[in-house]
Nanobody, 115 residues
Framework: QVQLVESGGGLVQPGESLRLSCAAS????????MGWYRQAPGKQRDFLAH???????NYADSVKGRFTISRDNAKNTVYLQMNSLKPEDTAVYYC?????????WGQGTQVTISS
């Protein structure tokens, strides 16, 4: 079973950047597709990006061109580089498998964009 721990969130101003990390444990990590998701207050959890084991990626339209998903298989870690952040990017950010599985949701990491 894969366990996932997100980190790297914080409070930044509009236009700034953050890099989120998702540390995965479990021997199957390098063979599975991973994704990033977020949930803003009062809204449903939304897909942001996913990355396959071969490094190919896909993004939601809302973050395409601003966010970049990557993975370091040697470190069992998936990253989300977020640039040009906007107040509407404020949310709790989660990683999970792609497609996501209910029993792999973690605590997430809070990202707040505010001046």
């Amino acid at each position: 079973q894969v366990q996932l721990v997100e980190s790297g969130g914080g409070l930044v101003q509009p236009g700034e950047s953050l890099r989120l990390s998702c540390a995965a444990s479990g021997s199957i990590y390098t063979r599975i597709a991973m994704g990033w998701y977020r949930q803003a207050p009062g809204k449903q959890r939304d897909f942001l990006a996913h990355i396959f084991s071969d490094g190919s990626t896909n993004y939601a339209d809302s973050v395409k061109g601003r966010f970049t998903i990557s993975r370091d298989n040697a470190k069992n870690t998936v990253y989300l580089q977020m640039n040009s952040l906007k107040p509407e990017d404020t949310a709790v950010y989660y990683c999970n498998l792609w497609p996501p599985r209910d029993n792999y949701w973690g605590q997430g990491t809070q990202v707040t964009i505010s001046s």
